[in-house]
């Protein structure tokens, strides 16, 4: 990959970093200086669940993206707001058994005793013996409001998804 003579004007790129500095002309050379984020292994399991599916066969099957922590099949995990405690009986991504789902992993994970209406959308999966999550009576956020089609005023309440909550 060359740079191109059609662009006397463009003098590449610049990033500052802290392992130090990039520099490049081509949009291959931007892509590859992206550092990977960090996964947060280290910090308690949060799973905010995307869907929960009954399998035929296997059971009730939740799925979602890891955000902290670390899933692995025969721990005993706590949803919340409902409170309901189970056994991951297996982990799977992309139809596979893995032995464990880090953060950043889409992952459905089967748990035993657990029915279709005891869990739903929006739940938040993680280790029961671990800083287990826990329902917030109230929280305080910093919002950016983007193409609101209306006035906001004194008295307005909006409607505010967290995950898949």
């Known amino acids: 990959l060359e740079e191109t003579t059609n662009m006397p ?5 610049t990033k500052e970093t ?12 931007a892509i590859d200086a992206i ?3 960090t996964r947060p292994t280290d910090k308690p399991l949060r799973l905010p669940l995307q869907d929960v599916y009954k399998i035929g066969g296997i ?13 692995k099949a025969g721990m005993l995990v706590k949803f919340a707001p409902t409170n309901v405690t189970t056994e991951v009986k297996s982990v799977e991504m992309h139809h596979e ?5 880090l953060p950043g992993d889409n992952v459905g994970f089967n748990v035993k005793n657990v029915s279709i209406k005891d869990i739903r959308r929006g739940n ?11 329902e917030a009576a109230s929280f305080n956020a910093q919002v950016i409001v983007l193409n609101h089609p209306g006035q906001i005023g004194a008295g307005y309440t909006p409607v505010l998804d967290c995950h898949t909550a």
Do not use: A, F, H
């Open 9 to 13: 004007w463009y003098k590449g790129w």
């Open 124 to 134: 938040v999966c993680g280790d029961s013996k671990n800083d287990p999550p826990m």
């Open 18 to 29: 802290k392992s130090g500095v990039s520099k490049g002309k081509t949009l291959l050379e």
């Open 97 to 101: 058994q893995i032995p464990e789902g």
């Open 59 to 71: 059971g009730t099957v939740p799925v979602g993206r890891v955000e902290t922590g670390v899933i």
């Open 35 to 37: 550092e990977p984020p």
